[in-house]
């Protein structure tokens, strides 16, 4: 019997909840939880549909994308997986969705400002949007190399992984992480709805200000700062 | 045995049609509904998602905001809620949300205007936005000031909170209120209907005309005034 | 027993599609069905939750809207029916909603012009808006005037009412009727529909060309003509 | 007993699909499968309303649009199917919608520009949109020539049908095809989401630019390419 059951039921709910939360039709997104102790991750098989996956279809592997048990090939988009766990140490899960206004905003080659308290809740900083990539990466090891876009937008913004868990991939659309394969799908949700929101901010008002930095400071803080009073502290 | 079961039944109940009626995602909302003989209101938890919430996770505070029955931590815009509750002293029930377009209107930081029959069945003025606090009021007893921040817009715009029982903080969302919970978010769910219809009409024809007052006036007395004819007269 | 059982029945189910096609939220929109031969009209009750309304709460007027059976006061838009069932001897249905698109369409005071064959499916003309009444009839019998306000702007704009089932009242919303109060209810649907549409073709292309004469004329011809082969001739 | 049993089901469940994909309402579209060695087709009946619909009312036709079997007409659309199915060889099902965001495109007569990766896993052209017909081809054979208008934009603009599996017809609405059915509606949805995206792309960036050749032939050709490793390659 595997070793990852529970690896991959976690892997399977998370993943469950991507069409339960109007983040995807078809298969067109993947969720994987990470097991750091064992060195590997469970994903999401290709091409699989959700109304179709079982726990058992789960694909396990390393953190240099190679399969270490299960039948099917896993998401195309493992080795970028693979890339950001093997960097970003304290993540436990990662989500690539093709949301609605994620892509839109990832298409538009745009930053999503922080406009309101909403953005604010979660991160301090503008949702961040990669370049696409040089076509001499596209061209070469493609899904590896979108990791390591990722991790280059990060340090040229000078973004903290820990705090900012999500980014537009210029073109293509967004990824979200988080401490949980759980908390990277609320994320997603949470990108996509601040998203939806900063879009239509600007259409009613072009010139919108940007969140005072008092509000940002404010709202951060108070969920995720060591005197948070948001939520139960546990 | 608690003396508070209805009181938080309302509450409860109130608190489970914002989702019902899609104006939440996640824990982005709170109702809480006030027993002004025993001078306490009932309120949310801070933080728990809606589909594990019962009614005796809700927690009773005092006008000062202090805790008088509840094992959980109040929703984290307690002191917002209790600062109305003193100041206005008939109303039964307020609402916090972050509705899609009534934050987008709330961070684009203007009012709502008043187009059509629609919004005035339900009030006779545009829906007024604060500006965002002073830096001070923020770094200072925020949610308290947040209460602070709706009264003061009221007086500055000459506006009567039994007539119009909304608001936007400017880049924070919508607050409403009512004479029962329920009525409370009734009203949050009007606000965000009124506010996409407003979205809309700018959209098709950015000269707009504003509602003339003759219109104004018929549909809201024959919905409120003395001689009203629509519903069933109890 | 009431002899109006089958047009209580007839009415109340039109209704009840009213929330089910996401037409109206709350109590925001009502259908009447007609007796000709009764010279008799069941019409809603004004101000009650569809969730809770029965087919003994229909209540029956006559053309000059005055109750003939029922125990609850009925719609407060019953004169506008009695109106147009008086004036258009051939309409069977009466639909009054807020829907969305409609409702911002009549708020920017415009016509939704013919853009596509989805349109001209269903009418040859643009949707006609009738601009706001002028204010001395807004403060007399405004809802008989409301039916007068529409029948003036058929008459300006040389429409026929048999073929151009459909009308937004400026800064108010639709009004839409047809042989039953089925096919009513069914005209509100696609005049939202069609109204969403040509709000996105604007925004995609804000000169878009109005739909060729040739088309209008084909898919008009082909579901209504006299050698119409839309449909399963019956 | 009928030998197209079969067909008839795939028709029947194909066409179920479209409601379920919210892409039409009433009776605002049309599927058919084709039986290449029968030399006929399935189709759905004219008018019929999707919950009223059963699998024995499929209609079997014949290239010419002539009926084989069945007691209904055919969808109004038929001679359109028959024209594609006797031009191209190899495909299976095609399927007609007046989605909301495809008719929207098709009203703005505009290709849908290629800007991500959501477009280029499916297809690696704008998707076209054919101009509306010329009067005459109008006011002839009007369904036949929609299929010949179809291919006309296809010779002129160079483009593949088993590479490019949908077209826009310009003031009307979307055409998909597949090697199935099922494939055909799926391309219905993939055109609806891109050709929302597109929109909202533009939207938030009028100058978005195309998506880049290198990232246009990586994702098509990982899951259509000979070395495609998208999905599980069965």
Not at 49 to 57: G, K, Q, S, V
Not at 188 to 209: C, R
Request: aromatic share 10%; charged share 25%; net charge negative.
């Amino acid at each position: 019997m595997s070793k990852f059951l529970e690896l991959k039921r976690e892997c399977y709910e998370a993943n469950m909840q991507l069409p339960a939360l109007d983040l995807v039709v078809y298969t067109f997104g993947n969720v994987s939880a990470v097991d750091r102790k064992e060195g590997v991750f469970a994903i999401k098989p290709s091409g699989v549909a959700y109304e179709a996956l079982t726990p058992e279809d789960i694909v396990i592997c390393d953190f240099d994308a190679k399969i270490v048990e299960g039948e099917m090939r896993p998401s195309s988009d493992t080795k970028t997986h693979a890339y950001l766990y093997k960097e970003w140490e304290n993540i436990g899960g990662i989500v690539h969705t093709h949301s609605l206004y994620g892509v839109s905003w990832a298409q538009a080659q745009m930053d999503v400002p922080i406009f309101g308290t909403t953005h604010a809740d979660h991160l301090t900083k503008d949702i961040p949007c990669a370049p696409p990539m040089a076509d001499e990466l596209i061209e070469g090891d493609y899904e590896h190399m979108t990791g390591k876009q990722i991790l280059d937008c990060f340090a040229e913004k000078g973004l903290d992984y820990e705090e900012v868990e999500m980014i537009l991939v210029g073109s293509h659309g967004p990824f979200t992480w988080g401490k949980t394969a759980a908390k990277a799908v609320y994320n997603s949700k949470v990108l996509e709805e601040v998203a939806k929101m900063a879009y239509l901010t600007l259409q009613i008002n072009p010139n919108a200000p940007r969140l005072k930095d008092a509000l940002i400071k404010k709202h951060y803080e108070r969920k995720h700062g060591k005197d948070a009073y948001y939520g139960q502290g546990c």
